[in-house]
């Protein structure tokens, strides 16, 4: 049965050796386009946030939580504020990925050439201006020679404020503006050591929601609010209504009208797909419900942002999540997705490929049969033009080798399909043998093969 089975339509050897290269060569190509061309996406990446017990810290905690889920670590980096996140992406030696930016910040185009992209709005954020003070304060004007904290530069309130001042024609100079962290701000307005404390906030902030229930402490009411935000349109008017914060101690005791930026999330062009995608899908889910000054499903959007949003999460916003994602886990809706890059690379192969092996492959089978030819060829230039006394000797070692030369082509194991040329081989070294006997002539009849 063994030697039977030599016999075969197909020879699986001699097909692994033909197209063993070629299949290395699409693995190895499968592999560089898996890579190279669309990178997996990393599983850290790091979030600037902002200061102690601000809305940015809180999110950030929430994002960091949502994105565990999927296997990915979000580290989070305390910072001033809006604008020490918008450097921190600028810098190239930051490692900061993605950031809390407040809108108002910077310019379409400022933001285009230094490569950041926006993943959509998040909330709104007012401006708080929270005051110590007996007499009621109706217009900015009268806050002239007040000690009001506007926080550190680092953080996008300072440059807002100044900007507010400017088109009530008051110069920062009038006031007495301080730079200090909201925590401790805070603690000097509760002391009594500053009159007033500037917040630009959502009011998730523990420190908005503790001013807002202490005594003594009121706010500001933006009564034109709806003139700042024609004079500058990254503002919105934001209605603070009575009782929200406590119906039954009815706080706020009336509607605060109040100017509000946005909150959003900016990351660097760079930033893996995937993980624009993740981020996306968390602040559908973190900010998609309704709150005190947005209605359900208001949040995020890709609106309300001066820079330019990532394709990928306009994608979203269009259409939602990628379809692998909505049903499968993160890393393997992810591998799948990625995979058409494999099979573009192995299609720009597997074409010329398939027309270079099965020639390769016949010629494989053929060649072992081929190269006895040279064997052949090799006797029958042996026996040329010998001497007449050393022909017996010759012919002799000829025949010899003939015999040697058959017993291994009979061992040779060939498909079927080609047996016709096994067999045609074997009839040439028997042609050859008979022509050596008949250049012997009376010298002596061939040796037979055994």
């Known amino acids: 049965m063994p030697r039977v089975l030599k016999f075969t339509r197909f020879s699986l050897r001699d097909f692994l050796v033909a197209a063993g290269p070629a299949a290395l060569a699409l693995v190895l190509t499968g592999i560089l386009a898996y890579w190279l061309v669309d990178p997996s996406p990393p599983s850290t990446v790091t979030l600037a946030t902002g200061q102690d017990n601000s809305a940015y810290q809180e999110f950030g905690r929430k994002y960091e939580a949502a994105l565990a889920k999927s296997g990915i670590q979000v580290g989070l980096a305390p910072s001033m504020g809006s604008q020490d996140n918008l450097q921190r992406l600028q810098d190239d030696n930051s490692k900061v990925d993605i950031a809390f930016v407040q809108s108002g910040s910077t310019e379409h185009d400022a933001a285009q050439k230094q490569g950041l992209v926006s993943l959509g709005s998040l909330f709104t954020e007012p401006v708080w201006l929270f005051m110590r003070t007996q007499k009621a304060v109706g217009q900015l004007s009268q806050l002239h020679g007040m000690k009001i904290n506007v926080g550190p530069e680092g953080s996008g309130v300072p440059g807002l404020f100044r900007r507010i001042l400017s088109v009530n024609g008051i110069e920062p100079s009038a006031l007495r503006l301080g730079d200090l962290e909201n925590t401790p701000a805070t603690v000097e307005l509760l002391a009594g050591r500053i009159d007033g404390l500037v917040f630009s906030s959502a009011p998730d902030a523990p420190l908005i929601q503790m001013l807002l229930q202490t005594p003594g402490i009121k706010l500001f009411d933006f009564a034109q609010a709806e003139a700042y935000t024609r004079r500058f349109p990254f503002l919105t008017h934001v209605i603070l209504p009575r009782g929200i914060v406590d119906l039954g101690r009815d706080l706020p005791p009336k509607d605060y009208h109040l100017i509000a930026p946005t909150a959003t999330l900016v990351a660097r062009a760079d930033l893996h797909p995937a993980l624009v995608n ?36 306009k994608k979203f916003y269009e259409s939602g999540p990628p379809l692998l994602q909505r049903y499968l886990p993160f890393w393997v809706a992810n591998f799948l997705e990625r995979m058409w890059v494999v099979v573009v690379a192995l299609g720009a192969l597997i074409l010329p490929l398939s027309r270079i092996i099965p020639p390769l492959y016949v010629w494989k089978v053929r060649s072992r049969v081929y190269r006895w030819y040279g064997q052949l060829r090799a006797v029958e230039q042996a026996v040329e033009d010998v001497p007449a006394e050393r022909r017996r000797e010759v012919f002799a070692a000829q025949l010899d080798r003939l015999n040697d030369i058959e017993e291994r082509v009979n061992r040779i194991s060939i498909p079927l399909s ?19 006997a008949e250049l012997m002539g009376g010298e002596g009849p061939a040796t037979p093969p055994p």
Not at 282 to 308: C, K, L, M, N, V
Not at 427 to 434: A, C, K, P, Q, Y
């Open 278 to 313: 993740l981020f996306v899908q968390a602040a559908a889910d973190i900010h998609g419900g309704a709150g005190w000054f947005q209605r359900r499903g208001e949040f995020p959007t890709a609106s309300y942002t001066e820079i330019p949003v990532s394709p990928a999460a």
């Open 418 to 436: 080609f047996a016709d040329e096994l067999y045609g081989l074997r009839s040439h070294i028997n042609f050859v043998r008979r022509r050596i």
